[in-house]
T-cell receptor, first 110, second 114 residues
Framework: GQQVMQIPQYQHVQEGEDFTTYCNSS?????IQWYKQRPGGHPVFLIQ?????EVKKQKRLTFQFGEAKKNSSLHITATQTTDVGTYFC??????????FGKGTRLHILP | DGGITQSPKYLFRKEGQNVTLSCEQN?????MYWYRQDPGQGLRLIYY???????QKGDIAEGYSVSREKKESFPLTVTSAQKNPTAFYLC?????????????FGPGTRLTVL
């Protein structure tokens, strides 16, 4: 079935460095959603992108949807310890249901 | 406070026993979902329900059963037929099943089968 691939699986960064996670699909996506799961917690919705080439910002977080609507990225500027967690992308499949990527686990080194 | 509750947070069962995980929401959402999360596997959909008395299998439904007798409640039963039931189980809801609606997740139940 349709899948969304996320890379990298893990990322360690020094506090203050930037971080980017990528979400890729072999097929055109209708939309892309991003969720964050803190260690020991549950996923929390961050944002949804729908339009080709769309860029949205939330403070230090920048979300992009590719022009072909086959990929997306989440970029965090100047990471802080509060950014620790796993970031998931999610997209709609042909059956109009959400499918989740495997996530990128971000670890911040103090 | 509106939200989704799951109970219990931790659950231990002996192998061969059925166990039911609770999920309740007061968000007035039509759609509810059950996911299983294993390390490095992301979220895998077990079952979902679009409306009361209706539910559909997800990607890994074997060994699980659900019911949706009330809009607010969507309990999941992990049966003895599930070969590897130890996992973190997450319940979620959204206004509709359509994927343009964000999903709200409960705190999860961590099931350990001994």
């Amino acid at each position: 079935g349709q899948q969304v691939m996320q890379i990298p699986q893990y990322q360690h960064v020094q506090e203050g460095e930037d971080f980017t996670t990528y979400c890729n699909s072999s097929t055109t996506l209708s939309n892309i959603q991003w969720y964050k799961q803190r260690p020991g917690g549950h996923p929390v919705f961050l944002i949804q992108l729908v339009k080709s080439g769309e860029v949205k910002k939330q403070k230090r977080l920048t979300f992009q949807f590719g022009e072909a609507k086959k990929n997306s990225s989440l970029h965090i500027t100047a990471t802080q310890t509060t950014d620790v967690g796993t970031y998931f992308c999610a997209a709609m499949n042909r059956d109009d249901k959400i499918i989740f990527g495997k996530g990128t686990r971000l670890h911040i080194l103090p | 406070d509106g939200g989704i509750t799951q109970s219990p947070k931790y659950l231990f069962r002996k192998e061969g026993q059925n166990v039911t995980l609770s999920c309740e929401q007061n968000l007035n959402h039509d759609a509810m979902y059950w996911y299983r999360q294993d390390p490095g596997q992301g979220l895998r959909l077990i079952y979902y329900s679009q409306i009361v008395n209706d539910f559909q299998k997800g990607d890994i439904a074997e060994g699980y059963s659900v019911s949706r007798e009330k809009k607010e409640s969507f309990p999941l039963t992990v049966t003895s037929a599930q070969k590897n039931p130890t996992a973190f189980y997450l319940c979620a809801s959204s206004q509709r099943v359509l994927a343009y609606n964000e999903q709200f997740f409960g705190p999860g139940t961590r099931l350990t089968v001994l």
